[in-house]
């Protein structure tokens, strides 16, 4: 069964760095573009970041470029979010996601549960 | 970047009625349209892709349809479990965008 599991999430305050994690199984993760798309609280849906397949192709909207960084472990397929200089207008909840077939510009068939990001003095 | 447009932002409608929820794209996206369901404190699940295909497990009361710039999901007799959000995203471009989200409540 493909699963994605996100952790890391917690209270930071503004300015200071969290790393967010997602395990995936169930499926060939090396083989798959990622993703990490967050939500405002009673907010919608906003896509941060996409890596490529192999991490060479990274992706960041413009609210998060320059302080957020996408990577990936494929021999541990683990997804990271590494944010930097976090503002409190990044206080989300952070869901990994893999597109349907694996590659860029896809829609996205398996969320995990999200893991959950406040920050506040 | 490629702005959606969801409305109406709530729809009342009755449990066994029909329910069209519409998406518009400031510019024309291909037919890369997902429609996506969201329940209180989940994640979203995919319903729909490519406009109008089902995803895999995903009951034929609910359909897609549309082109260009104008997209309607249609959900032909609503549920219990229905009521809830909806989002539409499209994939043709990067960043891939969300609509502001359609809540279904009943009437």
């Known amino acids: 069964q493909v699963h994605l599991v996100e952790s890391g999430g917690g209270v930071v305050q503004p300015g200071r760095s969290l790393r967010l994690s997602c395990e995936a199984s169930g499926f060939t993760f090396f083989s798959n573009g990622m993703y990490w798309v967050r939500q405002a609280p009673g907010k919608g849906l906003e896509c941060v970041a996409l890596?490529?397949?192999?991490?060479?192709?990274?992706y960041y909207a413009d609210s998060v470029k320059g302080r957020f960084t996408i990577s990936r472990d494929n021999s541990k397929n683990v997804l990271y979010l590494q944010m930097n200089s976090l503002r409190a207008e990044d206080s989300a909840v952070y869901y990994c996601?893999?597109?349907?077939?694996?590659?860029?510009?896809?829609?996205?068939?398996?969320w995990g549960q999200g893991t959950i990001v406040s920050v506040s003095s | 970047e490629i702005v959606m447009t969801q409305s109406p932002a709530t729809l009342s409608v009755s449990p066994g009625e029909r329910a069209s929820l519409s998406c518009r794209a400031s510019q024309s996206i291909s037919g890369k349209l997902a429609w996506y369901q969201q329940k209180p404190g989940q994640a979203p699940r995919l319903l729909i892709y490519a406009a109008s295909t089902r995803a895999t497990g995903v009951p034929a009361r609910f359909s897609g349809s549309g082109s260009g710039t104008e997209f309607t999901l249609t959900i032909s007799s609503l549920q219990s479990e229905d009521f809830v959000v909806y989002y539409c995203q499209q994939y043709n471009n990067w960043p891939l965008t969300f609509g502001g989200g359609t809540k279904v409540e009943s009437k």
């Open positions: 890596i490529s397949y192999n991490g060479d192709n990274k």
């Open positions: 996601a893999k597109p349907y077939s694996g590659n860029y510009l896809e829609p996205f068939d398996i």
